[in-house]
């Protein structure tokens, strides 16, 4: 009788990372870890290295100190944006299909990831370059589950879509954070999106800020020592308003 897959309880270990570039401290001395049913936000203003960060962890820039992916870990990335040629022919659907080849998996998923992200047939047919913003991120998001990962990594996934839009973007993620038992770390300037649904924020401005649970961790004097400034939010009516906060706010700058 075949033994059943242990799952690690710790899918990524980072110890003391950092990550210069032209002689420039981007990241300085980062440590955290992400187990298999995290879902982790990681917020800061611009240049606080949070996109280099996430480059680190999937070794696209050089850094020292460890980042250690447990043998079960298998990533899928969705990066912050993607200029899509709109006289470029390819279709979802083809570039669903190529990384399949790729990856060496059956295509056969093709159908149930689209349908997963709300991808129509008439849509994964239609020129990526030719797609609504909302559309074609969520076909990023569809293109990184080729393969079933079982860690998500997603750098600001609604950079490039209109405000409307960007509640259905983080409502998806946390669908398919469920319906595929994912670990999820994402890259967001949405506290509300991060109340209601992280299990942990790392604040970042190169060096850690603050990290734990959100509504123990992103307190206002923390947000204000984070962002440099008194910050507002937008809160939904979801009962996810931060603590000591009252009333409809904006959300913190993006970057």
């Not at 030719?130 to 750098?155: M, T, W």
Request: aromatic share 6%.
């Amino acid at each position: 009788m075949e033994r059943p897959v242990e799952l690690s309880m710790t899918l990524l270990t980072v110890k003391n990372l950092s990550v210069r570039i032209e002689d420039k401290i981007v990241v300085e001395n980062v440590s955290f870890e992400l187990g298999p049913n995290d879902r982790l936000s990681i917020l800061g203003p611009n240049g606080a290295g949070k996109t280099v960060l996430l480059k680190a962890l999937l070794n696209l820039v050089s850094y020292s100190g460890d980042v250690t992916w447990d043998p079960t870990a298998m990533i899928g990335y969705v990066p912050q944006k993607i200029d899509a040629d709109r006289h470029l022919p390819l279709t979802y659907r083809d570039l669903f299909n190529s990384k399949c080849r790729i990856a060496k998996v059956a295509t056969g998923q093709i159908d149930q990831i689209a349908h997963s992200v709300g991808l129509t047939k008439e849509i994964l047919a239609t020129p990526v370059g030719h797609l609504s913003g909302g559309y074609f991120q969520r076909g990023l998001i569809g293109f990184a589950l080729i393969g079933k990962p079982n860690v998500l990594l997603l750098d600001e996934p609604t950079a490039s879509i209109d405000e409307p839009s960007e509640e259905h973007i983080y409502e998806l993620i946390h669908r398919l954070q469920e319906q595929y038992k994912l670990a999820v770390i994402t890259v967001s300037h949405d506290l509300s999106f991060v109340y209601r649904y992280a299990t942990r924020v790392l604040c970042l401005n190169k060096r850690i800020v603050c990290i734990g649970p959100p509504r123990e961790a992103l307190t206002p004097k923390i947000l204000e020592k984070l962002y440099g400034q008194s910050v507002s939010y937008y809160v939904h009516d979801h009962g996810d308003r931060p603590p000591g906060e009252a009333g409809s706010v904006s959300s913190p700058e993006r970057g």
